[in-house]
């Protein structure tokens, strides 16, 4: 117990923090300081990391802001806007790499995450589809259509062309709410209900239709809107 205390005591700064407790036990604010490396102008990085989260409204407005945008706050410049882009860039392609063709789907979050990651500080609507194989291996993923700001506007012959051509057994669908809340619209449903039953027609199963928020998501097939065939 002493040990651990002094321990805790001993970790002032982000970097020995992390190699004393771990990545878990940093503040985003000490992540985005390690990204920085140094501070400047009488801030330290980590006073520089407060202030890139309060300009940007937190970690989804940073992850979603231009290198340019980075750039042009004060301490930061275009090598650093660069350091973090890259950053938020590699998260991405982690989050991606779980839905590479060939890996299972085992549950609505694996794609909800990607969702998120991809859409995350857009001000439009995304709509996305998954195409699987008879045991849920995953043989594609496609933007399908971007639309405004409450909608994303979907037809089922975008959904279930790409499905048919390359031979899908079933297929899940997702997009995200710009305002971070996951609570189906009536159209959500409406297009849920014309997508299962196109589905049926052509022998194609909607497992389901995932509505993403800022921290959460909404699963048609989870709240039973419909069955599972």
Known sequence: MA??????????????????????????????????????????????????????????GLAAASLRELAA???VGPVRAASICAAFGLARRLAEASLRPGTAV???????????????????????????????????????????IDAAPVHPREVFSPAIRDGAAAVVVAHNHP????TPSAEDRVVTDRLRDVGVLVGIHLLDHLVVGNERFYSFAEEAFFPVR
């Open 106 to 148: 085992r549950s609505g979050a694996d794609v909800a995450r990607v969702v998120r990651d991809s859409a995350r500080g857009s001000r439009r609507e995304s709509f996305f589809l998954v195409l699987l194989d008879v045991r849920h291996r995953i043989l594609g993923v496609h933007l399908v259509s971007t639309g405004g």
């Open 3 to 60: 040990e651990e205390s002094r321990e805790v005591v001993g970790a002032h700064g982000p970097r020995e923090r992390i190699q004393q407790l771990g990545e878990p036990r940093l503040s985003d604010a000490e992540g985005v300081a390690l990204i920085l490396r140094t501070g400047g102008r009488g801030e330290s990085a980590e006073q520089v990391g407060q202030r890139l989260l309060r300009t940007f409204g937190g970690l989804p």
């Open 73 to 75: 706050v004060s301490g």
């Open 179 to 182: 305002s971070g809340d996951p």
